[in-house]
């Protein structure tokens, strides 16, 4: 369970905290960032620095540790999405990065696969941009994208996800040999992508002008994220940011999304124990948790239980959960468990479509601390076994 300082600050609002089985989500707060980043960010708190300073030399930084070419940091993965497609629009020009989301005389169109329309893609449209589909639900071939490139498209969108990669969509690859031959940017949401390191700094590496990534998938405050970008990307996008809109009096869509000092030291200690952690002893961590929530569902009639193998990305392992009879609900589960005391949270799976499907659940071992599995287990078994 959480700790008694935490119990007590919550409980002075009056709100109980809750167990967290669902992993890295924005609902719950992201992540707790463990001690030395804590630490980082307490020394950083008692002075002044530059922002624009701190800013670049953190990001170069950052850069380094991740093998990438260069980094803003920004208020969340969904900033750095707004911030690029900002940057696309406006580039260099001033008076363009005035009049944002106004998009006129600008070109506006990002292009986004059919497949791969999702929730975050409202933080494209926030800085004006339209959104292209090209391909249908059932896949993409080159053609379409080919012939979906017009005189107003501004760049391509693409989404990576290598722990559940669709066979069906076009590559990034693909993608960024395409746009490129057409000179058409292309932005890649990457997210989760924080594990193998290699990856973080992979899809600009290949090619592609602009990567997101999320660092409440890595222990740093969870308000924070990583724009990912050539170093021309990166030049662009720090004109669209809150620090430029105060340095140069160019006022851009990016003022509310700002961060504090102390969340761009926090970012970087972050950065440092990601890039330097023993990351076996956390996959086995992570695994012998998730074996021991699986170890309290053995034998409940009319569910299949299983132990997930991945360990690409941002939430290794886990333990799915799937009804054997499709006429059945696992919803009830969710929200007794929710419900219950103490709170746990976890959720029902969503399909490719976005739908929630209500016959699987999946729990996270990512936000659960120790101890906290064998609750987990328990409380898990006893809903489960009310099914029947
Ligand atoms: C979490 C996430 C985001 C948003 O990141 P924030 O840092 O919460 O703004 C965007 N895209 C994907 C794929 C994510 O998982």
């Known amino acids: 369970m959480s700790d008694n300082r935490a119990t007590a600050i919550y409980s002075e609002l009056g709100i109980k ?36 300073e701190l800013e670049e030399k953190a990001g170069r930084y950052i850069a380094d540790m991740f093998g990438a070419k260069a980094v803003y940091i920004t208020s969340g993965a969904g900033s750095a999405l707004t911030l690029a497609t900002a940057a696309f629009m406006a580039g260099d020009n001033d008076e363009l990065i005035k009049k944002l989301p106004d998009t006129s005389g600008m070109k506006d169109e990002i292009l986004i696969q059919a497949r791969q329309r999702y929730h975050y893609e409202r933080c494209l449209t926030l800085a004006g941009a339209k959104l292209v589909e090209f391909g249908t639900k059932e896949g993409t071939k080159r053609s379409d994208l080919e012939s979906s490139i017009t005189e107003n498209t501004v760049a391509v969108h693409y989404v990576a996800n290598e722990t559940f990669s669709d066979p069906n969509v076009l590559s990034l690859e693909e993608t960024i040999d395409i746009a490129k031959s057409r000179n058409v940017p292309v932005m890649v949401d990457a997210a989760g992508q924080v594990y193998p390191i290699e990856n973080i700094g992979k899809y600009v590496n290949m090619g592609a002008d602009f990567s997101a990534m999320a660092a409440k998938y890595i222990g740093a405050p969870h308000s924070t994220g990583f724009a990912i970008g050539t170093e021309e990307m990166i030049r662009k996008i720090s004109l669209q940011s809150f620090i430029a809109y105060e340095m140069r009096r160019v006022r851009g869509v990016g003022r509310p999304q700002k961060i504090d000092r102390q969340e761009i030291v926090g970012a970087v200690a972050s950065v440092k124990l990601w890039t330097t952690l023993n990351h076996e002893d956390r996959l086995a961590k992570a695994y012998k948790v998730s074996d021991t929530i699986a170890s309290y569902l053995k034998n409940i009639q009319g569910i299949k239980v299983r132990v997930k193998d991945n360990s690409i990305g941002h939430d290794p392992f886990g333990v799915s959960i799937e009804l054997e009879d499709g006429d059945q609900s696992l919803i009830n589960v969710v929200n007794n468990l929710k419900n219950g005391n103490p709170s746990i949270w976890l959720r029902c799976n969503t399909d490719m479509d976005g739908n929630l499907d209500d016959s699987k659940l999946d729990v996270s071992p990512f936000g659960l601390h120790e101890g906290e599995e064998r609750i987990v287990g328990e409380k898990l078994s006893e809903e489960l076994n009310k099914l029947k």
């Open 17 to 52: 905290p809750i167990i967290n089985a669902i992993g890295s989500v924005t609902l719950l707060g992201g992540s707790t960032p463990p001690k030395p980043v804590l630490d980082a960010m307490d020394d950083a708190n008692s002075t002044y620095v530059p922002l624009e």
